[in-house]
Every structure is written in C-alpha cells, then in structure tokens.
C-alpha cells in the first residue's frame, strides 16, 4: 500500500487533511445530519482498488450532500476471491465507523454494503447474511443494495 493511497479527498477531488473531515464531521453532527460509510472494490490489471466514501447528508437546513473519499490498492492476487473482496469492502467501512464513533460518539453512521439481499440469488446474496451479520454486531445500522448508495455509487464512482 502506497502513503498516497492514504490520501483523503473532498468530492471534487481536492486533497484534504482528515483533522479538517473530523471537523466537518463535527459540525454535520451538530446539525443532526447523518454520516453514511460506504466502500467499493475494482479489479483492474494487477491492482486491486478500494474506494470509501464518507458521505454527509440530513443536516438541518443541508442541501444535497457532500463527502470525502480515499483509495487504496493492493496487489490484486491479495484478493483473486470474491469473499475476500467483499470482506475487506465491509471490514473497511467498519473500521473507519469505528474510528470516527470514538472521536464523535454522538454522530448517526450507517454503513453501506455493496451485496445484494440473501435471497436474489447474486454472486454476493451468499455472503449477505454473515456481512449484515457483522455490521449490525459492530454496532452500527445497515443498508444494502438496492439501497446501499454510498457504496454502490459513491465509492463505485471512485474506485474505478
């Protein structure tokens, strides 16, 4: 993993410093605004790529949303399993929940899941039930497709 893969970005994909999210944060919080973690995963030649998104949104008197992104990579043959992939999408998000609960205990996560419903029959239905199964055990809320948009187009957007 390269130190710039480490690098936080505002949704315009300016780079920022994370004691400037944590202040956004803050403030979301404060305003009742909701904070919504999603990760994404992209094969591409020999890399395998991670986008998470913080997505910000609810806030009195907010309008639209805003958020910050980071991206890491790893050797794709780290992850040549769909399980391991999907693993580490989840296990990223929570982590980073984890973190900002303990520097903002009072702020709203919800965690988004990149995997369909246990019972479509998708290539991540399989893994759906363990997955939830985990978030929920961590302590956080959860959505899923369909409803997973901070994954699913946020951090989708930013992985490829």
Known sequence: ????????????????ELISIYSALKEHTT???????GTDSYISKDKC?????????GADGQRGGNYFFRRVSFKREKFSEL??????????SIELALTISENIPSAKIEIHLDVSPSDKGHKTSKLADMLTGYTASSGFEYKIKPHAWASQSVADKHSK
């Open 31 to 37: 305003a009742n605004g909701s904070i919504y973690i």
């Open 1 to 16: 993993m390269d130190k710039k893969d480490l690098l936080w970005r505002t949704g315009e994909g300016s780079n920022v």
């Open 83 to 92: 399980v391991q992939r999907i693993f580490k999408e989840v296990q990223e």
């Open 49 to 57: 790529i991670f986008a998470t998104a913080i997505c910000l949104h």
